[in-house]
């Protein structure tokens, strides 16, 4: 008699996605979206969704304000994914902990003009730092409208002069385990790294961003240095940046 033994890895068909469902799944993830975004309100009773009272800065860059409203800076600063402390959203305690002055930051790879500085000396060659207002969207299907103060990664891309080898830029974040409780983890290499192709780094709302709200970023949200891609989902705004990287492939 020959018996059929089930894998450990295998899945039985009434627990596959119907075809239909997986068809439909922008209603399934707006649906899901709502309902969790009620308990999400109600935990803030006080707060409005929407900032009427931020005033833009002087250096806002008026090609980049959108007709929507901005977030509520208590919500942007406290509602954040930053894996590295921990899963869920309210890891701006643990975030704290980060020392982020001084903060070293390497440039290097394909390129002629390879550098390792602080912060604020990078500031300094970059020149005075701009306001612009996007909106941020995350893959688990919700957004902000967020206020952010920094330069164009043109601006550095073309200071370092890439080589006509160099197609894409690597970015990595920060490595401290003893700080940061979520790189303990084994589900992921760590240190986080990101990539953009060169091209993405010379458009010009591909953004390096230093503050938010008209002040320095807070820890929760990437300080002292992070991407900011508006077209992408929000996990490719790589964080706490340490290392840019100029490679081909």
């Not at 006080?46 to 005033?55: G, V």
């Not at 919700?142 to 206020?147: D, E, L, Q, R, V």
């Amino acid at each position: 008699m020959l018996l059929k033994r089930k894998e450990n890895w295998s899945i039985s068909e009434n627990d596959i996605t119907a075809e239909k469902d997986f068809n439909n799944r922008r209603f399934l993830l707006k649906s899901i979206s709502l309902s969790t975004a009620i308990p999400f309100v109600l935990s803030f009773p006080s707060l409005a969704f929407s900032d009427q009272n931020y005033n833009y800065s002087p250096n806002i860059n008026k090609k980049y304000i959108l007709n929507r409203k901005i977030t509520k800076k208590e919500i942007a600063t406290t509602y954040t994914n930053f894996y590295e402390f921990g899963s869920n959203k309210n890891i701006w305690r643990k975030a704290s902990k980060l020392i982020t002055d001084p903060w070293q930051i390497e440039i290097g790879g394909l390129i002629n003009k390879p550098m390792k500085l602080d912060v604020k000396d990078l500031l300094k060659l970059m020149g005075n730092e701009e306001e612009r207002i996007y909106r941020f969207r995350c893959v688990e299907a919700w957004s902000m409208t967020i206020p952010w103060l920094g330069f164009p990664l043109s601006k550095l891309v073309k200071f370092v002069e890439p080589k006509k080898e160099a197609k894409y830029i690597m970015f990595e974040t920060f490595y401290n385990p003893d700080v940061a409780p979520g790189q303990k983890q084994r589900w992921y290499p760590w240190p986080y790294k990101e990539g953009i192709t060169v091209d993405e780094g010379l458009n010009d709302l591909t953004f390096l961003a230093t503050g938010i709200y008209g002040k320095d970023l807070p820890n929760q949200n990437g300080s002292p240095i992070r991407l900011v891609l508006p077209w992408k989902y929000g996990f490719k705004s790589i964080k706490s940046i340490v290392k840019i990287t100029f490679v081909h492939e």
